[in-house]
């Protein structure tokens, strides 16, 4: 079922020419796409991580869910939604986690115009699926970028509201 939709997704999606976002063309060439090979990882999502941190460099950086021990590795804060009451540049979250009541409230709190939020796992399961698609017709999220494993999600507001599907 997973090769399935993943499939689907590899026909609905574009590579970094069909993007006509200057933002997004830019995020895809200078971050995504900046040579490593994505079929040698294991947790496509974490290499993600890693190039959006480099890429952004975040100061305030939370890590919801997930490991701990992963978060301190970037040398993140780690946090409970609950207790990261501070605007964030940059946040990374299993989508299980924002499946929770109130969670995605308090971090669109948090966020302010240029803060990254990047969601692990977006196509994991149908309910992480149904929360990818609320997600993105929120009226403060702007751009949407699915890469199929997560998903960037921005809340610009000089940014056109665009949603795009990106192929690795």
């Not at 294991?42 to 919801?64: E, G, M």
Request: aromatic fraction near 14%.
């Amino acid at each position: 079922m997973n090769l399935l939709r993943y499939l689907g997704f590899l026909l609905t999606s574009t590579n970094r020419h069909g993007v006509h976002s200057p933002f997004v063309y830019k995020l895809v060439t200078q971050c995504i796409h900046d040579g490593t090979r994505f079929f040698l990882q294991k947790r496509k999502s974490l290499l993600v991580l890693k190039k959006t941190i480099a890429y952004f460099k975040p100061q305030q950086l939370y890590f919801y869910g997930g490991d701990p021990q992963l978060a301190l590795k970037y040398g993140a804060t780690t946090s409970e939604l609950e207790k990261g009451n501070e605007p964030y540049d940059l946040a990374f979250v299993d989508a299980a986690t924002l499946a929770r009541p109130n969670a995605m409230d308090h971090l669109k709190a948090y966020a302010h115009n240029n803060s990254v939020l990047l969601i692990d796992s977006i196509q994991a399961t149908r309910e992480h699926r149904v929360f990818w698609e609320k997600l993105k017709i929120d009226p403060r999220v702007t751009v949407t970028v699915d890469l199929f494993f997560c998903g960037f999600v921005f809340f610009r507001k000089e940014q056109a509201k665009e949603h795009f599907k990106i192929r690795i």
